[in-house]
């Protein structure tokens, strides 16, 4: 019988969760959902859409919580620059999940909306081979004013203390936010997959790190 099947660690193990999780009634960037499982389902002039076309800009970065419109007038050699005040004007993709510190590019859509995607994206890779001339440059220049969501997925021997462990890890060394928490055990190894709030890609690196340096942690990767 496992650690975490012990009655007393259970009920410590639920103590710790509900402390831990801290929920919020609004998030940073909506998940969206398609029926379809090809990276055209990314691609949203390959799909019917009823939405009309916002008014268009002409100036490359203008600050605004609307939606970029790129016009006839737009200059594509200039790079989208996504900072505290103009991130509103961008679309995120949900198949690479960019943040701060990603090298990233913008794919302009059928809607003259820019989506930001990771370069190293498979779904980019295909979208620079089919429509160049739709991809532009992007770079970050956020400040740690803003928090966005991070994956990452934990594999090691289970034995007691190890959740402790990792919250110390993450809570208190950190300071980090804890969104989400789910742990299984099979056969003495335990599986773990926590949902962070970080300012870039930076902190979660940091966090990797400490967590690889736990006892009977076998392996920590990132997911998201």
Request: aromatic letters at 8%; proline letters at 3%; charged letters at 25%.
């Amino acid at each position: 019988m496992t650690c975490l099947h012990d009655e007393a660690f259970s009920k410590r193990l639920a103590t710790i969760l509900s402390y831990l999780v801290k929920t919020t009634s609004t998030r940073l960037l909506k998940k969206k959902t398609s029926a379809t499982s090809s990276w055209r389902r990314y691609v949203p002039f390959l799909r019917k859409s009823g939405k009309k076309k916002e008014e268009e800009w002409v100036d490359t970065q203008p600050v605004s919580d609307h939606l970029l419109t790129v016009g006839p007038n737009f200059n594509k050699k200039r790079p989208c620059i996504i900072s505290e005040k103009t991130i509103g004007m961008y679309l995120f993709s949900q198949c690479c999940h960019p943040i701060p510190g990603d090298d990233i590019l913008g794919f302009i859509d059928g809607n003259s909306h820019v989506t930001i995607h990771k370069r190293s994206c498979p779904v980019a890779s295909k979208l620079k081979t089919s429509f160049g001339t739709r991809i532009l440059d992007a770079q970050w220049d956020m400040h740690h004013q803003l928090f966005f969501d991070a994956t990452i997925e934990l594999h090691g021997i289970d034995r007691k203390g190890m959740l402790h462990d990792v919250s110390e890890v993450i809570s208190h060394k950190l300071n980090t936010n804890i969104h989400q928490v789910s742990f299984s055990v099979n056969d003495g190894i335990f599986e773990g997959r926590i949902e962070i709030r970080v300012h870039d890609r930076e902190e979660v690196r940091n966090i990797m790190k400490l967590l690889k340096d736990i006892n009977d942690m076998q392996e920590v990767q990132q997911i998201l």
